[in-house]
């Protein structure tokens, strides 16, 4: 099958397609035809080497992926040759997303939407399970709490604006001012253009901040919480500031998660969450992907094309 992967370390040119051997699914395992596979941060930030995830030898990058299942392992019994299905398969751990098949433990994955189209399905795993995770697993988040997504317009972002929506909440998002229509037109009910507002001269009281870019803006984000307020900053643990009594600060890594992909698909299916795609490549430019990810300024998703 081909695959992209990474010969070494180091930039996006190290990003290569290679006739590689299909995988063969084991016990409670599925093989999955990938129609589209999504890209995420961390993808790239483990091909340069420098991800909290360490692995031994080069990985093979990628775990967001639509696709239709080709054959079942002994003891699935969720998935049947045909089923279509989308998910982040064994993040953490090496799954080989960039590639024509993957083999992902059956309960890694879920149906796909079925009122999305596979590449719309790839935009959303890992980034709507973090946010998910994040707002309601975490933070349990309330309906009329006030919620301040940082990075709203991103990949994250501009899921987790849509689910706390969902929920019910109040949702203030920041990006920059080319961006605000579109948050508004995903519910969010305030915007604040970064670059020319710090947001914590314009929000206050709130609730949940959820923050796709850590460093001072996490530090900054504990001057706006309520008693009671909690912050989730996601790039990294070393990111979480230390913080005063009646608040909490975390880092959460997001993980493979059946029941939350579940939740995911219904607000997709119902028209609550729609994954926003901005660049869709073929399998064979997963560097020029990868280089546009890497400039920061996506607006939602970018997305590999498999077949
Ligand atoms: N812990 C976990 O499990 C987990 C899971 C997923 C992601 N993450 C991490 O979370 C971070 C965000 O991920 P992502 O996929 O959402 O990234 P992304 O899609 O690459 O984020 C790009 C967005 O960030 C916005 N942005 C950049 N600087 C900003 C600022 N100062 N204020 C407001 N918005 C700003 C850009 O908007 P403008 O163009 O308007 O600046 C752009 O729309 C990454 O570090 C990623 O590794 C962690």
Redesign the pocket.
């Given at each position: 099958m081909r695959a992209v992967v990474v010969e070494q370390w180091g930039g996006p040119e190290n990003l290569v397609e290679r006739e590689v051997e299909r995988p063969e699914p084991g016990l409670n395992e599925v093989l999955v035809r990938v129609h589209a596979a999504g890209v995420?941060?961390?993808d790239w930030?483990t091909r340069a080497g420098g991800a909290l995830i360490e692995w031994g030898d080069v990985p093979a990058v990628g775990w967001d992926v639509s696709g239709t299942v080709e054959a079942v392992g002994p003891g699935v019994g969720l998935f049947r040759p045909g089923d279509e299905v989308f998910g982040m398969p064994l993040f953490p751990r090496q799954a080989g997303g960039y590639a024509e098949y993957v083999v992902a433990p059956a309960r890694h994955l879920a149906p796909k939407p079925a009122r999305l189209t596979h590449v719309e399905a790839a935009a959303l795993p890992?980034?709507a399970l973090?946010a998910w995770?994040a707002l309601v697993d975490t933070a349990d988040l309330r309906p009329g709490e006030r919620v301040l997504v940082?990075?709203?317009?991103?990949?994250?972002?501009?899921l987790a604006v849509q689910i706390a929506k969902a929920r019910g909440a109040y949702v203030i998002g920041?990006?920059?001012a080319?961006?605000h229509d579109l948050l508004r037109e995903l519910g969010a009910d305030e915007v604040i253009d970064?670059?020319s507002v710090r947001f914590e001269d314009a929000v206050a009281d709130v609730d949940v901040v959820l923050d796709?870019?850590?460093g001072e803006?996490a530090e900054r984000s504990l001057r706006v919480l309520r008693p009671g307020g909690r912050l989730i900053t996601?790039?990294?643990p070393d990111d979480v500031p230390a913080a005063p009594a009646g608040v909490r600060a975390l880092?959460?890594?997001?993980e493979p998660d059946h029941l939350g992909l579940r939740e995911i698909a219904a607000l997709a299916d119902r028209g609550a969450l729609r994954p926003v795609v901005e660049t869709v490549l073929p399998l064979s430019q997963a560097a020029r992907a990868h280089e546009l990810?890497e400039q920061?300024?996506?607006?939602?998703?970018i997305v590999l094309s498999v077949v």
């Amino acid at each position: 099958m081909r695959a992209v992967v990474v010969e070494q370390w180091g930039g996006p040119e190290n990003l290569v397609e290679r006739e590689v051997e299909r995988p063969e699914p084991g016990l409670n395992e599925v093989l999955v035809r990938v129609h589209a596979a999504g890209v995420n941060p961390v993808d790239w930030k483990t091909r340069a080497g420098g991800a909290l995830i360490e692995w031994g030898d080069v990985p093979a990058v990628g775990w967001d992926v639509s696709g239709t299942v080709e054959a079942v392992g002994p003891g699935v019994g969720l998935f049947r040759p045909g089923d279509e299905v989308f998910g982040m398969p064994l993040f953490p751990r090496q799954a080989g997303g960039y590639a024509e098949y993957v083999v992902a433990p059956a309960r890694h994955l879920a149906p796909k939407p079925a009122r999305l189209t596979h590449v719309e399905a790839a935009a959303l795993p890992l980034a709507a399970l973090t946010a998910w995770q994040a707002l309601v697993d975490t933070a349990d988040l309330r309906p009329g709490e006030r919620v301040l997504v940082h990075a709203a317009a991103g990949g994250v972002g501009h899921l987790a604006v849509q689910i706390a929506k969902a929920r019910g909440a109040y949702v203030i998002g920041t990006a920059s001012a080319g961006k605000h229509d579109l948050l508004r037109e995903l519910g969010a009910d305030e915007v604040i253009d970064y670059r020319s507002v710090r947001f914590e001269d314009a929000v206050a009281d709130v609730d949940v901040v959820l923050d796709g870019l850590g460093g001072e803006t996490a530090e900054r984000s504990l001057r706006v919480l309520r008693p009671g307020g909690r912050l989730i900053t996601l790039p990294g643990p070393d990111d979480v500031p230390a913080a005063p009594a009646g608040v909490r600060a975390l880092w959460v890594l997001v993980e493979p998660d059946h029941l939350g992909l579940r939740e995911i698909a219904a607000l997709a299916d119902r028209g609550a969450l729609r994954p926003v795609v901005e660049t869709v490549l073929p399998l064979s430019q997963a560097a020029r992907a990868h280089e546009l990810g890497e400039q920061g300024r996506t607006t939602g998703k970018i997305v590999l094309s498999v077949v």
